[in-house]
Structures are given as C-alpha cells and as structure tokens.
C-alpha cells in the first residue's frame, strides 16, 4: 500500500514540478491530489506523462487520511492551512518561508541535515529552505567538513521564475516590448528586467539588506552550522529558469582548490564542471531541467587566508524548490512513517555525479 500525497499550490510554478517530480522519481504514492485556491476549481494540471488529475479546493479540502502534503501556494495561505492539514494527521512539507525559522520546525536539504527531518513530529511541518539557500548549502556542505567554513560571501543571480509565472510573463513581455519600441512599465518586479538587473529581491530591511539576502545568512546557520558569517548580495537577472551564485569561502583550516575539487566530486547531488577553457563551467540555461547542483570555476582566494572561490548554479524550480521538498517526502517516507510503497514504485537515492 503506498501513500496518499496532496499537492497545495499545484497550479504554479513549483506545483508543477512537485507534481512532475513525483511522478519522475515514481514516489510511493496510490492517490495524488492536486489543490489550489478555487478559484482554480476546474483546471487540470498534469501528473507524468500519462496521468491528468482535477483540481481540487484547498478551502474545504478534508486532510484526514492524507500522509504527506507538498505546500507551495505562498506563505500567508500556508499559515491558515498547515497547522490544519498537520492537525488532521497529514506531515507538510512546506516550501514557503512561513515556517522556516521558527525553531521547533526543522529546515531541511537533504544533501546537508537529513536527520533533522525526524524533527517533523514536534509540529507535523517540515520546512523547505529558500532556492538560493538550497543549491548553496549543497556546494558547502563537504568543505565545511573537511575545512570548516568560517565566512560566506555571496553574490546571487537569480531567474526570474523565482518570482513565479507572472514575473516570468514580465521578462517575456518587456523583451518583446524593447524590439518594438513599446513602452516597459514594471508590474509585478521593481524595475525593468529585460536587459537589466535589479539588485532587490523581497523587501527592504532596516539595515539595508534585502529579506532574500537576510533568508541565506538565517538559513544557512539554522541548517550548516550557527557559526558561519554570511553577506550575501541577490540579484534578479533576465533568465527564465536557473539561479547562478558566486561564492567566495573563508575556512578555519588550510584547502587548495583541488582538494576542494575532490571532495565536491564525491558529494551527493553536487556535479563538478570545472574544466579552464571556453567551456568548461556551467550556465543556468544548462541547468535548467537538472536535478543537481552544478559547481565550476573553483579557485583559490588569494585575498584572504584559506580563501576560496567558486561558482554554483542549480534549477531553481527543482532542486531549490520541487526536487528538494519530495526528497525530504522520501526519506520521510521510508524512515519515519513505514516505508509503504505502491507496486512498482521505487524512490531514488541521492547521487553523485562528476563531470
């Protein structure tokens, strides 16, 4: 007998993938539910190739006998009905920030803390860090090992699908716009995208940071380690799908930059692309529809003390979003709630990928 999933936010951006990731990765699941506002009621979205489900009305939706719930739909609507659906005896797995620093809900990347998901009782919500924070800590996690990260410093350059399909909509209409000659009036980002970049992603905070900047620094502490010193710059860029950063490390310890090399080669979910010619690094545009964290350009800091330097880029819809979160749903499956599958089905483990 396999489990009972629903999808909450199943008709944007990352409910799609979940959906799509699900049904890719065969998770062990006999019912999969689609949910959304109703104003969706009458919508399909798509599940595998094959499988067409109806969109349901998250508002009156009953969760009883539902084991795992996959939440993408914005964190005010994730407040009102998590608490419920966790109540009913369902575990969220949610992929807003509604939840992610409160301290007896664990924030989880599987690559990086899986045993935190055990965590999951204490509220029945696991929650899925920020895409920016994800593909990161997946590139940090074996060099924190190996060297101990004392400072972060990043720079982000980030899709705009991040923003979901309207800021998508946004980037294609202005690109479009400036071929014309049509006047661009941003709606849904803060200035012109097409051609651009817009160093402002979420509010403003009273010490000048961003709440996106804010979310990598909390974020990588509560999952790495509390004692790592993050800055982080994020930037919206004009690409659809992929988020790219520049990181630059500090560590405790002495690392050269082929031992950084190695110990990324064997990490789980990390691709090393790290070649010196006109090829050999990795773009977003290339990640795209990728499940793993791609790491290039990896190089020695010469600026600090056991510096170094590199260059990360992930789909931010799957691994720093969908891909994340129904790995968490299999690992709790198969540790926490009985390991029950549908036949046939199988879950795929975490790989190691070099290139």
């Known amino acids: 007998m396999g489990f009972k999933v629903a999808v909450v936010g199943a008709t944007g951006n990352v409910g799609r993938e979940?959906?799509?990731?699900?049904?890719?990765?065969?998770?062990?699941?006999?019912?999969?539910?689609?949910?959304?506002?109703?104003?969706?009621?009458?919508?399909?979205?798509?599940?595998?190739?094959d499988d067409v489900l109806d969109v349901q009305a998250l508002d009156n939706f009953d969760f009883r006998g539902t084991d795992i719930v996959l939440s993408s739909p914005g964190s005010k609507v994730s407040a009102g009905f998590a608490p419920r659906a966790a109540k009913a005896g369902a575990v969220v797995i949610d992929n807003t920030s509604c939840f992610r620093m409160e301290p007896d809900v664990p924030l989880v990347v599987p690559e990086v803390n899986p045993d935190a998901i055990g965590q999951y009782r204490k509220r029945g919500i696991i929650a899925n860090p920020n895409c920016s924070t994800i593909q990161m800590v997946v590139a940090l996690k074996p060099l924190h090992d190996l060297f101990r990260i004392k400072r972060v410093v990043v720079a982000t350059y980030q899709s705009v699908s991040g923003a979901g399909r309207a800021a998508m909509d946004e980037l294609f209409g202005q690109t479009r716009a400036v071929y014309v000659n049509d006047a661009i009036k941003p709606e849904h980002l803060t200035k012109q995208i097409a051609f651009n970049v817009i160093p402002h992603i979420d509010v403003f905070m009273d010490d000048g940071s961003t709440k996106e900047e804010w979310k990598m620094a909390v974020e990588t502490r509560k999952i790495l380690d509390p004692d790592i010193a993050v800055m982080a710059t994020c930037v919206r860029v004009p690409v659809f799908i992929g988020h790219a950063e520049a990181v630059n490390v500090e560590f405790a310890r002495p690392v050269s930059a082929s031992a950084a090399r190695e110990a990324l080669r064997s990490a789980p979910g990390v691709t090393v692309v790290d070649h010196r010619n006109d090829a050999g690094y990795v773009t977003p545009a290339e990640a795209a529809g990728e499940d793993t964290v791609?790491?290039?350009?990896?190089?020695?800091?010469?600026?600090?003390?056991?510096?170094?330097?590199?260059?990360?880029?992930?789909?931010?819809?799957?691994?720093?979003?969908?891909?994340?979160?129904?790995?968490?749903?299999?690992?709790?499956?198969?540790?926490?709630?009985?390991?029950?599958?549908?036949?046939?089905?199988?879950?795929?483990?975490?790989?190691?990928?070099?290139?």
């Open 294 to 355: 791609y790491v290039s350009r990896i190089r020695t800091d010469p600026t600090v003390a056991n510096g170094l330097a590199m260059w990360v880029v992930a789909d931010n819809l799957r691994k720093g979003a969908a891909l994340n979160a129904v790995q968490i749903a299999e690992i709790l499956a198969e540790r926490h709630l009985g390991g029950h599958r549908a036949a046939g089905a199988k879950v795929t483990p975490l790989h190691r990928r070099a290139v």
């Open 18 to 49: 979940m959906l799509s990731v699900l049904a890719e990765r065969e998770f062990p699941a006999d019912d999969v539910v689609a949910l959304a506002s109703s104003q969706s009621i009458g919508k399909q979205v798509s599940f595998g190739e």
